[in-house]
C-alpha cells in the first residue's frame, strides 16, 4: 500500500503551523456481503454525507511505485460488493475524486443508483512527488525520514509534493464551496455551528483516506494536523456518514458512522 494518508507514512506540505479554518460565512449567512445496507434511509429528509474510501490500490508493480493506480483485484471485489450494498438505495448525488482508484470504486456505486457522477478536482488525494517507476523501497524510505522530522517540518510536507495547507485549503474550500450550494452554511465562532437552509440531500463522495479526513474534521470541528489520515483510520472500501443534529436552534455535524466494513467479508478488510 502506498505510505501517503493509508495509515503508514506521513505526507505533509509552505508555511509552518496550523491552517487557519476558513471563513464560510458572516454571523448571518447569505440569503439566496453486504446483505445489510451500509447505510440506511435518512428519515424525515435529513441532510446525510456519505464518505467512501477507495478500494485496494495497486501502489506498485514489479517493485516500481504507480501515482495513479488502479485497483487490484480485491480492490475490484470491494468496490462491487459496495455497489450491491447501495443497490434499492437513494441517493440525491455522487461526488468523485478524479483519480483512477476512486473512479473505479464509484462505478458500481454509480451503477446501482443509477444517478450521474460529478467529478471534483478538490476531491483528490494531497498530491505526491512524481515518483512513477521509483523502486518501492526508496519511496518507503522517504516517508520513513519524514516521520522523524520535526513537528513544525511536518507541516512543510515532502519536496516536490504538495503541501498540507495547499491540501488542506483545497479540500476545506471545496468543501465549503459544495455546502454552500446545498444551502449549508458555517457560522463564524466557537462552537463550530451550522445552518441549514432545507432538510438538505443524501450526499455520497467517492474518496480517499486524507481527503475524507480533511472533510470530516472541517465538518466536526477539529483543529486539524498534518496527518489528519492517521487521526481518522479508514479501511479501503469502507463507508462513514455524517448527519446534522439541532442544537440551539442550530446545527452541529455528528459522526454517526465511521470506517464501516459490514458489507465486506472479513477476507476483504485491508487498509
Known amino acids: 500500500m502506498h505510505p501517503i494518508c493509508d495509515g503508514t507514512g506521513t505526507a505533509a506540505a509552505g508555511r509552518t503551523g496550523p491552517p487557519a479554518v476558513p471563513a464560510v460565512c458572516a454571523e448571518h449567512p447569505p440569503e439566496g456481503s453486504g446483505t445489510q445496507p451500509v447505510a440506511p434511509g435518512v ?12 478500494g485496494q490500490p495497486e501502489w506498485e508493480r514489479d517493485g516500481r511505485s504507480i501515482d495513479d493506480p488502479q485497483l487490484t483485484e480485491i480492490g475490484l471485489q ?7 450494498a447501495f443497490a434499492g438505495q437513494q441517493a440525491d448525488r455522487i461526488l468523485v475524486s478524479p483519480l483512477v482508484r476512486a473512479q473505479q470504486t464509484a462505478a458500481p456505486i454509480i451503477e446501482a443508483l443509477g444517478i450521474e457522477p460529478e467529478t471534483h478536482d478538490w476531491l483528490a488525494e494531497i498530491t505526491a512527488p512524481v515518483w512513477q517507476g521509483t523502486p518501492t523501497e526508496v519511496v518507503a524510505e522517504v ?10 517540518e ?9 503541501t498540507f495547507h495547499d491540501f488542506h485549503d483545497r479540500v476545506t474550500g471545496g468543501l465549503i464551496e459544495f ?3 446545498i444551502g449549508c452554511y458555517r457560522y463564524n465562532g466557537f462552537p463550530p455551528l451550522w445552518q441549514l437552509e432545507s432538510p438538505g440531500p443524501r450526499i455520497i463522495i467517492v474518496a480517499h483516506s ?20 492517521e487521526r ?11 448527519r446534522p443534529i439541532d442544537i440551539a436552534g442550530r446545527h452541529s455535524f455528528s459522526l454517526y458512522r465511521f470506517s464501516d466494513l459490514s ?7 485491508t487498509r
Open 43 to 54: 428519515q424525515d429528509g435529513a441532510m446525510e454525507l456519505i464518505f467512501i474510501r477507495h
Open 78 to 84: 470491494q468496490a462491487q460488493l459496495l455497489g450491491r
Open 143 to 152: 516517508f520513513a525520514q519524514s516521520r522523524l522530522r520535526p513537528l513544525e
Open 154 to 162: 511536518q507541516w512543510l510536507g515532502i519536496p516536490g509534493g504538495e
Open 179 to 181: 455546502l454552500s450550494g
Open 210 to 229: 486524507g481527503t475524507d479526513a480533511v472533510c470530516l474534521g472541517h465538518l466536526l470541528g477539529i483543529d486539524p494536523v498534518p496527518w489528519e489520515w
Open 232 to 242: 481518522f483510520v479508514a479501511f479501503h472500501a469502507s463507508v462513514s456518514v455524517v
Open 263 to 269: 458489507h465486506l467479508p472479513e477476507s476483504l478488510h
